[in-house]
């Protein structure tokens, strides 16, 4: 049996459900590990006059209290934009901002220590701004505006049969890993560090730290073996605790963990950035849109994080699945006083794709059109209509065959007949259906990201170790390389082995961002491992007297024609003829370029498709709902590991309806308050994402199937990404519980249903279409 496509369970899955997986937390601690905790802001904005941390050192269990001023360094974590200061020195820009570290003999002290932050110190209020709409108002922006454009939109709209205009608001998200904000510094010889950090991106982590210690990056070891989740919030804001728990083991020469509990962690870092869209859209009367005029405003937060490159990718997927022919985009990252927002799932290209489909939902109701008809009448197509705003060739445009596969397999014309007929009976329960596309583009923004390294190491009994570049955070990133590793080497699977993500082994990584996992490293380790092939063939083809691009690696044998070797003996064999067991690799990911400033180029490799049709129910007197049945049909290609795949297909559609429908983010208002800028919704009793009870509970009503389609690029075994562009999907669960709203006025008032679609949403929504279809 082939290793590769294979459906085999995750790597670590029986270590997860032993309880023996070890994460940061559980690694055990060296003698004399010392705790830190973080002193935060107790206002949203301000000048930082003073510091009484005298009060905080005499605190029982208090070895020290370090500040800004303590850094040899750069007291700065900015990933692109050095704005972002480790700890607060002149200023606080957010209330949670940390402003001191507290280093004590327990977690307890140190943060029974740090608790006293309020009282020691002493902060001129500033104005304080939570809204970014306000912010842009104001022009306050963590990085310039952006502009995308094709055509003239203006003249497009002004001349279009049909022209309106409209308003959406699209809440963030906490990323909500299980495993929290964490890392480890244990102080080597000669003024090195080992860094253990619950991270996406060990390389950053060893910049920010060495540039923090004034050390060189060979002087700092960041290592990683699993996350208990990331999502994008540990790929540029793990670098705070890793800098902090760095920064005291380095002075106090001993080991020192860093580990917030979950209030802290929501009130330290950013989330999914919120977006409000403003728009003014020209149509014809099959519902093609002409032309589209869109204003874009994220809450960036403080600083600017990752602010810049997500909203390139947001307005890089305003089109989604769609061909506008004519647009004019204007992205704007409003800064405010609230946590500096960063990558989550998507980074972007869900919040800039979803307008497009409320903008589209609002065009089929005004015409009176199914929604699905609208969608298909703007389909990207394959030899024409099929260049993005951004000026890429959509190649390999699968979106028609693979929706009408999904109408049909799921009934939806019957379907959209059986809910018109419940609802015509049914005063208070309101059904809704929708079917929404997902066109998504893979590689990271920024050209140079796109390149990973990998180490293979065969040994002498013929078992294997992998070193790569990314890191594993419960997605299958280690399970998929070694089943590539296992299958150039024509070996078992259970015979490789990924070891921990490794600063020291493979240096100057990539983030494990953008769904690139697999693609980047995948290729690097196959490339180390066909060297090794390579080296193997030359070493047995001269004693079969064979050519040795004939020699053959399957099934735990060596072959040519007739003859036959297991792969240990050779290996044994090469092991005494001084041949090299171990092997680099290197991939560079071809054909992207990208002008940053003009917003045009290729910056996808390729683009992963998929569809979903969801059903619900509305209680109109109450606004609560029910997913009913979900039928999705996704493309991740030749799929490496169908298992994983669906799985990964599953996670994304509930975290992304979690998003759209329950997990509300809500900041006390500036009103002078005790609390003003408080993130109130900073725990799991007031932040509700998604549990077991929110998808379907019939058998057979969460139906996820893998389209079958290998991807004509030369990705890893022609396989498909697949951890961010499922994550639209649930687009259709919106849409639907939209629709079902919209049955109460009888489909003759679009709904103004913002997101997350809560109850107290969805009745907004209910009251604003009964008082429109009355009037």
Same mark, same amino acid.
């Given at each position: 049996?082939?290793?590769?496509?294979?459906?085999?369970?995750?790597?670590?899955?029986?270590?997860?459900?032993?309880?023996?997986?070890?994460?940061?937390?559980?690694?055990?601690?060296?003698?004399?590990?010392?705790?830190?905790?973080?002193?935060?802001?107790?206002?949203?904005?301000?000048?930082?006059?003073?510091?009484?941390?005298?009060?905080?050192?005499?605190?029982?269990?208090?070895?020290?209290?370090?500040?800004?001023?303590?850094?040899?360094?750069?007291?700065?974590?900015?990933?692109?934009?050095?704005?972002?200061?480790?700890?607060?020195?002149?200023?606080?820009?957010?209330?949670?901002?940390?402003?001191?570290?507290?280093?004590?003999?327990?977690?307890?002290?140190?943060?029974?220590?740090?608790?006293? @932050?309020?009282?020691?110190?002493?902060?001129?209020?500033? *104005?304080?701004?939570?809204?970014?709409?306000?912010?842009?108002?104001?022009?306050?922006?963590?990085?310039?505006?952006?502009?995308?454009?094709?055509?003239? @939109? @203006?003249?497009?709209?002004?001349?279009? #049969?049909?022209?309106?205009?409209?308003?959406?608001?699209?809440?963030?998200?906490?990323?909500?890993?299980?495993?929290?904000?964490?890392? %480890?510094?244990?102080?080597?010889?000669?003024?090195?560090?080992?860094?253990?950090?619950?991270?996406?991106? #060990?390389?950053?982590?060893?910049?920010?730290?060495?540039?923090?210690?004034?050390? +060189?990056?060979?002087?700092?070891?960041?290592?990683?073996?699993?996350?208990?989740?990331?999502?994008?919030?540990?790929?540029?804001?793990?670098?705070?605790?890793?800098?902090?728990?760095?920064?005291?083991?380095?002075?106090?020469?001993?080991?020192?963990?860093?580990?917030?509990?979950?209030?802290?962690?929501?009130?330290?870092?950013?989330?999914?950035?919120?977006?409000?869209?403003?728009?003014?859209?020209?149509?014809?009367?099959?519902?093609?849109?002409?032309?589209?005029?869109?204003?874009?405003?994220?809450?960036?937060?403080?600083?600017?994080?990752?602010?810049?490159?997500?909203?390139?990718?947001?307005?890089?997927?305003?089109?989604?699945?769609?061909?506008?022919?004519?647009?004019?985009?204007?992205?704007?990252?409003?800064?405010?006083?609230?946590?500096?927002?960063?990558?989550?799932?998507?980074?972007?290209?869900?919040?800039?794709?979803?307008?497009?489909?409320?903008?589209?939902?609002?065009?089929?109701?005004?015409?009176?059109?199914?929604?699905?008809?609208?969608?298909?009448?703007?389909?990207?197509?394959?030899?024409?209509?099929?260049?993005?705003?951004?000026?890429?060739?959509?190649?390999?445009?699968?979106?028609? *065959?693979?929706?009408?596969?999904? +109408?049909?397999?799921?009934?939806?014309?019957?379907?959209?007949?059986?809910?018109?007929?419940?609802?015509?009976?049914?005063?208070?329960?309101?059904?809704?259906?929708?079917?929404?596309?997902?066109?998504?583009?893979?590689?990271?923004?920024?050209?140079?990201?796109?390149?990973?390294?990998?180490?293979?190491?065969?040994?002498?009994?013929?078992?294997?170790?992998?070193?790569?570049?990314?890191?594993?955070?419960?997605?299958?990133?280690?399970?998929?390389?070694?089943?590539?590793?296992?299958?150039?080497?024509?070996?078992?699977?259970?015979?490789?082995?990924?070891?921990?993500?490794? !600063?020291?082994?493979?240096?100057?990584?990539?983030?494990?961002?953008?769904?690139?996992?697999?693609?980047?490293?995948?290729?690097?380790?196959?490339?180390? +491992?066909?060297?090794?092939?390579?080296?193997?063939?030359?070493?047995?083809?001269?004693?079969?007297?064979?050519?040795?691009?004939?020699?053959?690696?399957?099934?735990?044998?060596? !072959?040519?024609?007739?003859?036959?070797?297991?792969?240990?003996?050779?290996?044994?064999?090469? %092991?005494?003829?001084?041949?090299?067991?171990?092997?680099?690799?290197?991939?560079?990911?071809?054909?992207?370029?990208?002008?940053?400033?003009?917003?045009?180029?290729?910056?996808?490799?390729?683009?992963?498709?998929?569809?979903?049709?969801?059903?619900?129910?509305?209680?109109?007197?109450?606004?609560?709902?029910?997913?009913?049945?979900?039928?999705?049909?996704?493309?991740?290609?030749?799929?490496?590991?169908?298992?994983?795949?669906?799985?990964?297909?599953?996670?994304?559609?509930?975290?992304?309806?979690?998003?759209?429908?329950?997990?509300?983010?809500?900041?006390?208002?500036?009103?002078?308050?005790?609390?003003?800028?408080?993130?109130?919704?900073?725990?799991?009793?007031?932040?509700?994402?998604?549990?077991?009870?929110?998808?379907?509970?019939?058998?057979?009503?969460?139906?996820?199937?893998?389209?079958?389609?290998?991807?004509?690029?030369?990705?890893?075994?022609?396989?498909?990404?697949?951890?961010?562009?499922?994550?639209?999907?649930?687009?259709?669960?919106?849409?639907?519980?939209?629709?079902?709203?919209?049955?109460?006025?009888?489909?003759?008032?679009?709904?103004?249903?913002?997101?997350?679609?809560?109850?107290?949403?969805?009745?907004?929504?209910?009251?604003?279409?009964?008082?429109?279809?009355?009037?």
């Amino acid at each position: 049996m082939s290793v590769v496509g294979t459906p085999r369970p995750h790597e670590s899955a029986h270590l997860h459900v032993a309880g023996a997986a070890p994460y940061i937390d559980d690694i055990a601690e060296v003698a004399g590990t010392l705790h830190a905790a973080l002193g935060l802001s107790p206002v949203a904005h301000g000048r930082l006059i003073a510091l009484d941390l005298d009060r905080v050192r005499a605190m029982p269990g208090v070895v020290a209290v370090l500040t800004a001023a303590d850094f040899p360094g750069t007291n700065d974590c900015g990933p692109i934009v050095h704005d972002d200061p480790i700890l607060a020195s002149d200023t606080v820009a957010w209330r949670g901002q940390p402003m001191f570290a507290v280093i004590a003999r327990s977690r307890g002290d140190a943060r029974r220590a740090a608790a006293l @932050a309020a009282q020691v110190a002493t902060i001129e209020p500033l *104005p304080a701004v939570l809204d970014p709409l306000e912010a842009h108002a104001l022009q306050q922006y963590v990085v310039p505006p952006m502009h995308l454009v094709r055509g003239d @939109a @203006a003249a497009a709209i002004a001349s279009a #049969p049909h022209q309106f205009d409209g308003r959406f608001s699209l809440g963030g998200q906490e990323q909500f890993y299980l495993e929290g904000q964490i890392a %480890y510094a244990i102080p080597q010889e000669n003024a090195g560090l080992l860094v253990h950090s619950s991270t996406q991106h #060990p390389t950053e982590m060893q910049h920010v730290v060495a540039h923090a210690l004034g050390l +060189a990056a060979h002087q700092v070891q960041v290592q990683c073996r699993r996350m208990g989740g990331g999502f994008g919030g540990k790929e540029s804001q793990s670098a705070l605790f890793a800098a902090v728990a760095a920064l005291a083991a380095h002075r106090l020469h001993c080991p020192v963990k860093l580990r917030p509990d979950r209030d802290d962690d929501f009130l330290i870092t950013g989330r999914r950035h919120g977006f409000e869209f403003r728009y003014r859209v020209g149509h014809d009367d099959s519902g093609r849109i002409l032309g589209a005029d869109m204003e874009m405003v994220s809450n960036g937060g403080a600083t600017a994080d990752l602010s810049a490159p997500v909203m390139t990718r947001a307005l890089c997927h305003f089109d989604n699945a769609y061909w506008l022919p004519h647009v004019d985009l204007r992205g704007y990252c409003a800064r405010t006083n609230t946590q500096s927002n960063t990558a989550f799932r998507g980074f972007g290209g869900p919040q800039g794709a979803l307008a497009v489909e409320v903008i589209l939902d609002s065009i089929a109701r005004r015409l009176g059109l199914d929604p699905l008809e609208v969608r298909r009448a703007n389909f990207y197509g394959t030899t024409e209509r099929n260049v993005t705003p951004y000026g890429q060739t959509v190649e390999d445009n699968i979106l028609a *065959p693979l929706v009408t596969e999904l +109408a049909d397999t799921a009934r939806y014309r019957q379907r959209r007949a059986e809910v018109a007929s419940f609802n015509a009976t049914s005063p208070v329960l309101k059904r809704g259906l929708a079917l929404t596309p997902v066109k998504f583009g893979i590689s990271f923004n920024v050209g140079h990201f796109n390149q990973a390294g990998a180490l293979v190491h065969v040994y002498t009994d013929g078992s294997v170790l992998v070193n790569h570049g990314g890191t594993e955070m419960g997605q299958g990133l280690n399970t998929k390389v070694a089943q590539v590793v296992a299958h150039e080497l024509g070996i078992a699977f259970e015979r490789v082995r990924v070891s921990a993500t490794d !600063t020291h082994k493979v240096a100057n990584t990539s983030a494990t961002a953008a769904s690139t996992g697999t693609d980047l490293n995948g290729k690097a380790a196959q490339d180390a +491992a066909r060297q090794i092939c390579t080296r193997l063939a030359q070493c047995i083809a001269p004693r079969w007297q064979v050519g040795a691009d004939t020699v053959r690696f399957r099934d735990g044998n060596v !072959t040519s024609g007739a003859h036959a070797m297991p792969f240990t003996e050779l290996v044994a064999l090469a %092991y005494t003829a001084r041949v090299q067991l171990w092997s680099d690799g290197f991939y560079a990911t071809p054909g992207l370029h990208w002008d940053r400033d003009r917003l045009q180029g290729k910056p996808f490799y390729y683009f992963a498709y998929g569809a979903a049709l969801s059903e619900v129910a509305v209680d109109t007197l109450t606004g609560e709902w029910r997913l009913l049945r979900v039928d999705a049909l996704h493309d991740v290609g030749a799929s490496l590991n169908p298992a994983v795949d669906i799985g990964q297909i599953e996670g994304a559609f509930v975290q992304g309806m979690g998003w759209l429908t329950t997990e509300e983010l809500r900041w006390q208002p500036m009103d002078g308050s005790r609390t003003a800028g408080l993130l109130l919704t900073h725990a799991p009793s007031t932040y509700k994402i998604p549990t077991a009870n929110d998808v379907p509970v019939a058998p057979g009503a969460f139906h996820v199937r893998l389209y079958d389609h290998r991807n004509p690029a030369d990705s890893i075994h022609r396989s498909k990404a697949v951890g961010e562009p499922p994550l639209l999907l649930p687009f259709s669960v919106f849409l639907a519980i939209r629709d079902a709203v919209s049955a109460v006025g009888g489909h003759q008032v679009d709904p103004p249903l913002r997101a997350p679609a809560t109850s107290e949403a969805i009745l907004d929504a209910i009251e604003a279409v009964q008082a429109a279809a009355a009037g």
